[in-house]
């Protein structure tokens, strides 16, 4: 089974992302249920519930990027072919949920929107529209910057996930060429002296691309930290 360099196999990837799925069908069935009681006149909105949904599809995005090259590994073809559907099928289910959530947030600005028309002119009525306009403008603001967060976490995580690809891509390209190598050097019979001083090579190699996977994790941790 093909496995995640630091992480899992496609399988325990796979698992991941139908947790996550679940999560974030749960969350948008809570935000319509939200939805339909602040119509109904009473409760309110979830910004962090929100941000909450969208986090959990782009983690799920991202690990279709990383499945998506995992299952083209396994040299087995019925295999190969069972996960690449089980991998559309994740997608999928997530590119729906994704689109169901931008639904609801167009839904919620447009509802704030015809709310704070509402309140202005009723203001003009009576005299009290500030301190109401000052509590829509207050939270059409957080909205905004919850909505702009989740962007800029969302494009962090499809940097985060490129930048791993490449390395998996680059390792694959290493190992192809240390096999290579390893041929011509058996071949022309040189010293196992030569053959330990690449292997310490490859091993230095690798740490330099473990370093490289772990402070990217790092900073995007601290990015979402700063964003919240």
Known sequence: MAAIEGGGTLSEVYQSARKLLLRARDGIE????????????GGLDSPELSFAVKKDISQIQAQCAEMDRLWRSIAAKSQRDLWKRKVEQVAEEADSLKDSLDKYSMRNQRRMLEAK?????LGRANGESSHVLRIFDE???AMQSVRNSSRMLQESFATGTAILSKYSEQRERLKRAQRKALDVLNTVGLSNSVLRLIERRNRVDRWIKYVGMILTVVILFFFWKWTR
């Open 117 to 121: 028309e509402r309140a202005e002119l």
């Open 139 to 141: 939270e059409a603001q």
């Open 30 to 41: 809570r935000l319509e249920r939200l939805e339909s009681t602040v119509s109904g006149g």
